[in-house]
T-cell receptor, first 109, second 114 residues
C-alpha cells in the first residue's frame, strides 16, 4: 500500500528553527507538496519538489531525497502565526495525490 | 480576487436528512475535487472532475454524489447523512492533474450531523 509518514505533533519556540520530516512509500513519484493548514481552515500551498535538493522560499525551505523517499520542511525565525498543521502530499505514478495526516506544530513564546 | 468559494461554511443536519454543499471557482480551472477531512486526518478524496469527466474514488460510499453543471460550479450531495459523515468537506481546483499542478482549496464546509 501507499503511505506517507509524518510526526503527529511538534513543539518549538518563537524565533527558533524547526524541521518537519516526511517519509513516503508510493507507487512511483511525480512530485511532493507541502501545505499549511490552520485549525478549521483550508490547506494553502507552501512548496513543491520534484528534483532532489533544497528549495528555499523566504523563511520556509523544503528538501527532497527521492532515493530515500524523504522530504523535510524547514521553518526559520518561527512566528506565533506559524502554529498550524503541515501536510505532506506525494503525486504517485498515476498522478494521484497521496496525503499524510499532517504534523501539528505548536509554537511557544 | 480569483478564488474558490464554498457554501455554506457550516451546515447542521439531522441523521438521514439530505444535504447539498456547493463550490464555485473564478480561476477557470479544469479540475475540481471534493475531499472529506476528519479531525487530525489526511484529506480523503471523494471525487474529481476533469472538465465534465467524472472520476469516482473506488471507496467513496454511494451515499455521496456530485454534480458539475458548468466549469465554475460543483456540488456535493449527501443523500442520507450518518453520524460518521460529520467532517470538513473541502473543495479544491487545479489546472491539471499532473506534475506541479497546485491545488487551490476553498475555506471548507463543516458538516455536523445530529
Amino acid at each position: 500500500g501507499q503511505n506517507i509518514d509524518q510526526p503527529t505533533e511538534m513543539t518549538a519556540t518563537e524565533g527558533a528553527i524547526v524541521q518537519i520530516n516526511c517519509t513516503y512509500q508510493t507507487s512511483g513519484f511525480n512530485g511532493l507538496f507541502w501545505y499549511q493548514q490552520h485549525a478549521g481552515e483550508a490547506p494553502t500551498f507552501l512548496s513543491y519538489n520534484v528534483l532532489d535538493g533544497l528549495e528555499e522560499k523566504g523563511r520556509f525551505s523544503s528538501f527532497l531525497s527521492r532515493s530515500k523517499g524523504y522530504s523535510y520542511l524547514l521553518l526559520k525565525e518561527l512566528q506565533m502565526k506559524d502554529s498550524a498543521s503541515y501536510l505532506c502530499a506525494v503525486r504517485d505514478s498515476n498522478y494521484q495525490l497521496i496525503w499524510g495526516a499532517g504534523t501539528k506544530l505548536i509554537i511557544k513564546p | 480576487d480569483a478564488m474558490v468559494i464554498q457554501n455554506p461554511r457550516y451546515q447542521v443536519t439531522q441523521f438521514g436528512k439530505p444535504v447539498t454543499l456547493s463550490c464555485s471557482q473564478t480561476l477557470n480551472h479544469n479540475v475540481m475535487y471534493w475531499y472529506q477531512q476528519k479531525s487530525s486526518q489526511a484529506p480523503k478524496l471523494l471525487f474529481h472532475y476533469y472538465d465534465k469527466d467524472f472520476n469516482n474514488e473506488a471507496d467513496t460510499p454511494d451515499n455521496f454524489q456530485s454534480r458539475r453543471p458548468n466549469t465554475s460550479f460543483c456540488f456535493l450531495d449527501i443523500r442520507s447523512p450518518g453520524l460518521g459523515d460529520a467532517a470538513m468537506y473541502l473543495c479544491a481546483t487545479s489546472t491539471g492533474t499532473t506534475g506541479a499542478n497546485v491545488l487551490t482549496f476553498g475555506a471548507g464546509s463543516r458538516l455536523t450531523v445530529l
